[in-house]
């Protein structure tokens, strides 16, 4: 997550326009140098994409091996 502070980019950028939840992890520092953000994470970009977690059971796991 990006607070955005001093950044023309942060409304296109996922870390900025994301929803915020209890468990992330924030910038302390906008991480901007020369004018350009090498974490910027382009809404268009997400978008496209579907994001997805697998849930793994280790009790289950284990019973494979």
Known sequence: ?????????????????????????WFNVVPIKDGKCEMFWDNELTAAKEISCQVIDNEENKSNE
């Open 1 to 25: 997550m990006c607070s955005g502070f001093g950044c023309d980019m942060k409304h296109d950028c996922y870390r900025f326009t994301a929803n915020r939840g209890i468990w992330q992890y």
